[in-house]
């Protein structure tokens, strides 16, 4: 961990970047749980930001990087029982967030290592440019780690894994250690540390296991998790200057410009032919695009590409509508 830790000098004074911030939350907490009413726990805070780690083997893109992006909650209870209560429900959402993300996951049950505590578990994707390995058992579809307590199930596969996110019951290493105590009345049995636990998920690192494990070796077009993709559906209007770029408000480009959704984008470069946008579309993985070219154009119909299915279909306003209500809902 130390050869790690970012460090550097400004004005004579030695700084570090940090690489996780259990010690820094702790200390924002013991400022504050002593005046903290009880009805105040458990007490949960979460941020997405920026760590740092020396890492003298960056590789494979965003998977290990000097900076990189999390996602981490943090929780403070005045019991064990409440502590082990939250633990489970975060892992359990955990668990359907990496699963919702269809990337071949496991939980796992894992050592403490560095972070101390009594509990945790680490979330692994099945890739082979993973640095873990876990065992997988078939009968009962869990993974394991090769030196851990395993099911009683023999002809475990192995397999490459990466990381996409831990979670630790940290018990009151951190709260002791930053006098991080409950302190709501005098009584003696109030003066204990809080009891925490803390959950990760390494953003920028899923954005690249998520492209490692679904996007094809042999394509240059870049393969999303439904979930995530930059935009749902892109569309393109007609190239500049051809018959068809005088398209009415009433006509179904009209319509579908009006609805403004967010998650729908235009690439106006009408100076750029609609094959050439379309080709970019399926290089940033945009699942559905909408293209008004001729056909579509004369006919009042969407020329409705589903590029993950390499399909073309030319339909209706309203079947557009229906054919994305469908695409997405599957992944509700
Ligand atoms: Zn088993």
């Known amino acids: 961990m130390h ?17 996780t911030h259990e010690e820094a939350i702790t200390k924002l907490v013991s400022s504050v749980c002593k005046s903290l009413p009880r009805s105040n726990y458990p007490l949960l805070v979460y941020q997405i930001t920026w760590k740092y780690r020396n890492e003298p083997n960056y590789r494979h893109g965003l998977l290990r990087t000097k900076e990189f992006l999390m996602k981490d909650l943090y929780s403070f209870h005045r019991d064990e029982d409440c502590a082990h209560q939250i633990y489970e429900q975060v892992c359990n959402a ?30 692994l994707a099945v890739s082979p440019v993973g640095e873990d390995t876990i065992l997988i058992c078939s009968k009962c579809n869990r993974g394991y780690l090769n030196n851990k307590t395993q099911c009683e199930h023999e002809d475990k596969v192995e397999q490459r894994a990466i990381e996409l996110g831990h979670c630790f019951l940290l018990g009151d290493r951190y709260t002791k250690a930053f006098n991080a105590i409950e302190g709501s009345s005098d009584t003696a049995v109030d003066k204990k540390p809080l009891i925490m636990g803390c959950y990760g998920i390494g953003l920028t690192r899923l954005m690249a296991a998520s492209v490692e494990i679904l996007t094809s070796k042999d394509s240059n077009n870049i393969r999303w998790p439904k979930r995530i993709v930059p935009y749902e559906v892109a569309i393109l209007p007609p190239k500049k200057g051809s018959p068809e770029e005088t398209v009415g408000n009433e006509k179904t480009l009209g319509r579908l410009l009006q609805l403004d959704d967010n998650e729908w984008f235009v ?12 080709k970019d579309c399926e290089k940033m993985g945009i699942p ?6 001729k056909r579509a154009t004369q006919q009042n119909l969407c020329e409705v590409i589903d590029v993950y299915n390499n399909r073309t279909e030319y339909l209706s306003y309203e079947e557009t509508l229906k054919f994305i209500q469908n695409y997405y809902s599957l992944f509700c």
């Open 288 to 293: 559905i695009v909408i293209a008004f070219g």
């Open 3 to 19: 050869n790690e830790l970012f460090k550097f000098k400004d004005h004579d004074e030695e700084y570090c970047l940090s690489p």
């Open 94 to 123: 955990y668990e359907r967030i990496f699963q919702k993300l269809e990337l071949n996951s496991f939980k796992v049950p894992a050592d403490s290592g560095l972070m101390g505590g009594s509990l945790n578990h680490e979330f």
């Open 267 to 278: 690439d106006d470069r009408t100076e750029f032919t609609i094959g050439y946008r379309l």
